[in-house]
């Protein structure tokens, strides 16, 4: 049963640039969540998609959007990248209704320069 | 806003018990769960409480009091591989699982 997988695993930007991050969530779950965390912090919830939609955000400008796809798996875009977008991306997924545990992935280091 | 308070260190030797305490000011509450995250990787669940009381999984144990917006982490008979940090996360959301997490314990184990 793979769990939840996340591609690139490493990624360098430049600032103004765009970027797409990728998430596949574990084999059964259906809500996928996005966290920023800054070295030495701890994850910032971006935002959540279920049913395709956005459900939830966090304190995020609109910089940062989403999509989630009919498999579940989802997306998460940057545009016009700042040099305080460097961080790790984690992606979490879980069964709506039936868990509050999160299987969270092994996450994108993002690096803008 | 969101506010969640936890100590940025603790440092305890093998065998020892620790525990990491956690408060919090949010809008809204419907539980607190515990992650581990070693270095340079994904965090991963401990625990979760919804209600007050202790909670005891193994080694770990979770305790909240919702009256007192405080809930802490108990880890007993410490092993060198739970050196790692540790993040509490206030469950915001009745119908989603949108959490808020505080900026973590980093725990060290002596020999």
């Known amino acids: 049963d793979a769990g939840v997988t996340q591609s690139p695993t490493h990624l360098i930007k430049t600032r103004g640039q765009q970027v797409t991050l990728r998430c596949s969530p574990k084999s059964g779950h259906d809500t996928v969540s996005w966290y920023q965390q800054a070295l030495g912090q701890g994850p910032q919830f971006i935002f959540q998609?279920?049913?395709?939609?956005?459900?939830q955000r966090g304190n995020f400008p609109d910089r940062f959007s989403g999509h989630q796809f009919p498999n579940y798996s989802s997306e998460l875009n940057v545009n016009a990248l700042l040099l305080g977008d460097s961080a790790l991306y984690l992606c979490?997924?879980?069964?709506?209704?039936?868990?509050?545990?999160?299987?969270f992935g092994p996450g994108t280091r993002l690096t803008v320069t | 806003g969101q506010s969640l308070e936890q100590p940025s260190e603790v440092t305890a030797v093998e065998g020892a018990i620790v525990q990491i305490n956690c408060t919090y000011q949010?809008?809204?509450?419907?539980?607190l769960s515990w992650y581990q995250q070693h270095d340079g990787g994904a965090p991963t669940f401990l625990s979760y409480?919804?209600?007050?009381g202790l909670e005891e999984t193994g080694r770990f144990s979770s305790f909240l009091s919702r009256s007192d917006s405080y809930g802490y982490l108990l880890l007993q008979e410490l092993q060198m591989k739970d050196s790692a940090s540790y993040f509490c996360?206030?469950?915001?959301?009745?119908?989603?699982?949108?959490?808020?997490f505080g900026s973590g314990t980093k725990l060290n184990v002596k020999p």
């Open positions: 949010t809008s809204g509450f419907y539980g």
């Open positions: 998609y279920y049913e395709e939609e956005e459900r």
């Open positions: 409480n919804a209600l007050d």
């Open positions: 996360a206030v469950r915001v959301s009745y119908n989603f699982n949108k959490f808020y």
């Open positions: 979490a997924s879980s069964q709506t209704g039936q868990s509050y545990e999160q299987y």
